[in-house]
């Protein structure tokens, strides 16, 4: 069984920046995706980015590339999303999720969830 937790969730001003963490714990393999969405109210839940463990290479939606960073700290089995330039329409509940290697955009491709952690970006 594996399990997510993810943290670091807050309330910032617009242009702030927030790191997300998803700690991940269970059986795990090197062939694993760790992946990143959010969902505001009344949307759905909307891909952002997607890191392999075997070789780190990232997977960025066109909504945040250049602004938001995925990236892996496999000593501590955690994932992070360094987001900056944070506006108010980046408000959300924000989810790390885990897949195989052929997980991708779609939530259906994931099996684990963290809980979700709130993220508000004051105007």
């Known amino acids: 069984q594996v399990q997510l937790v993810d943290s670091g969730g807050g309330l910032v001003e617009a242009g702030g920046s927030l790191r997300l963490a998803c700690t991940i714990s269970?059986?795990?393999?090197?062939?694993?995706?760790t992946a990143w969405f959010r969902q505001a109210p009344g949307k759905e839940r909307e891909f952002l980015a997607r890191?392999?463990?075997?070789?780190?290479?990232?997977t960025y939606a066109d909504a945040v590339k250049g602004r938001f960073t995925i990236f892996k700290d496999s000593a501590k089995n955690t994932a992070y999303l360094q987001m900056n330039s944070l506006k108010p329409e980046d408000t959300a509940v924000y989810y790390c999720a885990q897949g195989n290697y052929y997980s991708d955009y779609r939530v259906t491709s994931y099996r684990y969830w963290g809980q979700g952690t709130q993220v508000t970006v004051s105007s």
């Open positions: 269970g059986v795990t393999t090197s062939r694993d995706v």
């Open positions: 890191i392999d463990w075997s070789a780190g290479r990232p």
